[in-house]
């Protein structure tokens, strides 16, 4: 149908190693597609480790999961891959004519060549909130995620979780945050199951201050049910306490950041050989036992495999080469320094 973008090249996931395999596909010419389920690129080094530095990227010293990100994101800007992030690549089903039909949680679809399928250790959705009955409010009244933070303001707020999340909307919603008050809600109760935050020392102490003055309100617990209206709707949850008593507390909103656990998810059902929720690949090519999907980085396995991102750069390099013969039969390919080749100057756009 119309709709259907067809390409050469679909990346399935925006961590390092999906970068930089637009890099070395880039450099034979192939444009990507690249999709990924969270609404940024960077993968684990953003979601999990955005601040910390890595010591083993070859001849960078020192690099913050959030600067090796930035710097890939540069690398490949002459290559004008296209993003389409926030959403989950559901479906891989090959064609008669040999492509591959992808589609996304989207309803983005794609007629592609080939595959390389960066997932990782899958993709990131959020963990949810374990009580009877909650999946009907998900979306209206209760939410793992903030997309637009002005349906928030001036409702009774239960903020449950302990980490960076739950303590930065806390505070932005109590209007405790530096830049502003854009979103103030009516009132905010910080809900979590234990009096102690894995989150950054000055949004704690925030938070604690907003709690002395009234302005905010801090409980220790865990929500065991809810407290809805005849009509269904919520009205509050139960909260079960440290001290083992169930109070029901009212709210118009729940908001739960309990943050984000990776799923293989849909990528188990395309028909891969797997071992061990890991796709087996071979180390020539990095193409699964499907001709024309490669799998690279930390989703792979073979002989050896460690799950590290200089492993990553590797297989993508020999992946881009083991699907030129795919994409472009008649092609002859050689091996070109990006030091001194014309040609590969060209492709970079440093003339
Ligand atoms: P990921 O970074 O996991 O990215 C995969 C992406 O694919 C995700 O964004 C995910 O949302 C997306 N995805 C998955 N499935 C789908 C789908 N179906 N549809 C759409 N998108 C999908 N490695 C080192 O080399 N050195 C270090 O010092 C180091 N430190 C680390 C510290 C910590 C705390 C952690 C957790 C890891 C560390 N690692 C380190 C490991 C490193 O982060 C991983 O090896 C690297 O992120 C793997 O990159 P990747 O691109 O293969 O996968």
Redesign the pocket.
Known sequence: SAGVIETDAVI????????FQVFELGLLEIKAHI????AY?????????PD??????PALPVVT?KELTDNLMKQIEPFGATFHLG????TVEKQEDGRFFVA??KGTQFLTKTIF????????QPRTLKVDGIDKHEGSQVHYRVRKPEQFAGKNLLIVGGGDSALDWALNFCGGNEDGNPHKAESVILLHRRDGFRAAPASVAKMKELCDNYEMQFIVGQVTDLDEAEDGALKGVKVTGGDGVTRVVPCDQVLVFFGLS?K????AEWGLALERKQILVDTEKFQTSVPGIFA????NTYPGKK??????FHEAALAAFGAMPIINPEKRVHLQYTTTSPKLHKVLGVE
């Open positions: 399935v996931g925006a961590g390092p190693v999906g970068l999709i990924d389920s969270l690129p960077g993968g684990q080094c953003i979601e999990l480790y910390k530095p890595i010591y083993d990227i999961g959403q989950e690549v559901t996304t949680s399928i960066a997932g990782g250790v899958g993709s990131f990776p293989l998810g849909p990528i690279v980085g930390d989703i799950k590290l991102i200089l492993s990553g």
